[in-house]
T-cell receptor
């Protein structure tokens, strides 16, 4: 299985809501990533989980918080988002945190109203 | 950190012609250079990659060349087809920052039938 899955596909939430995005991979990969992608722009790295350690892009607001329940799952908890957070959220995984191909999931299209 | 520049931002070619997209990078320690294709509304997918110990790699109609001295790498697509129309992102990965991917700004390729 060479696939990364993400749920939900689409999400509309208000600025006071709390929601979670889910990502799963069954390739035995040891690194997982969350990216944010705006239209016609490249993916921007938000978080990396590698060998059970979290690395954070320090520019990511605290209203985004990642959680890694096990080596196959990566969640992104959302709270008190702003309209400018509307974007495509992509999860990816790779063999390790190094010079390896990253496999992307299909993404969650998030709209904050 | 690493800085990746990508040109052109848009490219239109006639079906059957070749397309070339160029990227430059700043960190001489970068050692892995993937190219991703992203069709509208879909996930980025790896189409070819190259490591710093190799100068050229080819896979059917797609090739990538790397010039470490000049710090640039290029994607070449020959005999283009309408299904090659997409946005293409180059990336560079450097061990100096844990091998995270630094993406170029993307090239929107249109193949005219």
């Amino acid at each position: 299985d060479t696939e990364v899955t993400q749920t939900p596909k689409h999400l509309v939430m208000g600025m006071t809501n709390k929601k979670s995005l889910k990502c799963e991979q069954h390739m035995g990969h040891r690194a997982m990533y969350w990216y944010k992608q705006k239209a016609k722009k490249p993916p921007e790295l938000m978080f990396v989980y590698s060998y059970e350690k979290l690395s954070i892009n320090e520019s990511v607001p605290s209203r985004f918080s990642p959680e890694c329940p096990n080596s196959s799952l990566l969640n992104l908890h959302l709270h008190a988002l702003q309209p400018e957070d509307s974007a495509l959220y992509l999860c990816a995984s790779s063999q390790g945190f190094g010079a390896y191909e990253q496999y992307f999931g299909p993404g969650t299209r998030l709209t904050v109203t | 950190g690493e800085n990746v520049e990508q040109h052109p931002s848009t490219l239109s070619v006639q079906e059957g012609d070749s397309a070339v997209i160029k990227c430059t990078y700043s960190d001489s320690a970068s050692n892995y250079f993937p190219w991703y294709k992203q069709e509208l509304g879909k996930r980025p997918q790896l189409i070819i990659d190259i490591r710093s110990n190799v100068g050229e790699k080819k896979d059917q109609r797609i090739a990538v060349t790397l010039n470490k001295t000049a710090k640039h790498f290029s994607l070449h697509i020959t005999e283009t087809q309408p299904e090659d129309s997409a946005v293409y992102f180059c990336a560079a990965s450097t061990p100096n920052t844990g091998n995270q991917f630094y993406f170029g700004t993307g090239t929107s390729l249109t193949v005219i039938p």
